[in-house]
Structures are given as structure tokens and as C-alpha cells.
């Protein structure tokens, strides 16, 4: 089945959205097992990001990419997931199946929108976003970074 996933392999053929039936518990497969640590560091990282986002007073700040929002902003809210729970017993083992089979780069930026595009997000204190704002500087002096238009979030001074 895993061979059918694989496009370098010459009988690969692409499926249509939701044809695909899900695959049947590997068992913990020779993938799921390379895979593992990156993707218990994914969930990690989703456990530090809920906590930060459950305390928008104190994680006021929150960039994606090159914008920077309030934690509030509702760009941020719609990019959150409304819960969050860590998956554990075949619940897991199903999650990290579908992770480490569908592709095998597990350290890109790539690997953790696959899991959820949330974990992209920096939610930030007033004084990371100070220091991120500070690494954002073009060679003239201009910021290279943008504020968000909707919740027009002040940089903190110093």
C-alpha cells in the first residue's frame, strides 16, 4: 500500500481527493519509527503553542511568516484550532501512520503545516516580539516585517 504513495516509484498513480481508502495499521513500520521523534517534537511544540494562546494577555504577540498580529486578531483565532488535546493510544498511532506515510521530509517547515498549519505561528511576549521585530531590519534601517491592517498591533518600546 505504502508503494502506491511513493511518485518516484514508476506504478504510482495519483488518486483523487478522497478515493484513497485509509491505510490499515502498519504496526509501527520501519517509517513510523524514523518519523517518531520528529513527530513527538511536533506535538510538543502544538502542547507550547495551545498554552500560549490559552494566555493572550501575557502572549500578546503572534507573527506568521513576515505579519505580525495581536494574539486576539481574528486571523490568529481562525488559524488556531478552537481545541486542542494531545492524541495518545491508537489515536496516536493512527496520527503518526498518516504523518510518516504520506511524505518523508520530517524537519521541514513543510512537515509541520502538514500536521497543522497552526504550528507555523510564533505567539510572542512583549519582549520576544521586541527582539523579533529587532532581528527584522533590512540593510537600510526599513522593517521587514508588517503589521496586520485588521488588529493593528503596537510594537512594545523598550
Known sequence: MTDQLDPWNAGFVESKKGDREPEPPCGRCEWCQVAQPAFDNLLDIADGLWRRFQSPGQNSFTAN??????????????????????PEGPAYDLALQKWAHEHHDY????????????LLLDIMTSAEVQEWAASRVRPRGAPDYRLCKVCRPELPTA
Do not use: F, K, Q
Open 107 to 118: 524537519n521541514s517547515a513543510c512537515a509541520a503545516r502538514r500536521y497543522s498549519d497552526h
Open 65 to 86: 511568516g513576515r505579519n505580525l498580529h495581536r494574539t486576539v486578531c481574528t486571523y490568529i483565532r481562525r488559524a488556531m484550532p478552537t481545541e486542542h488535546a494531545r
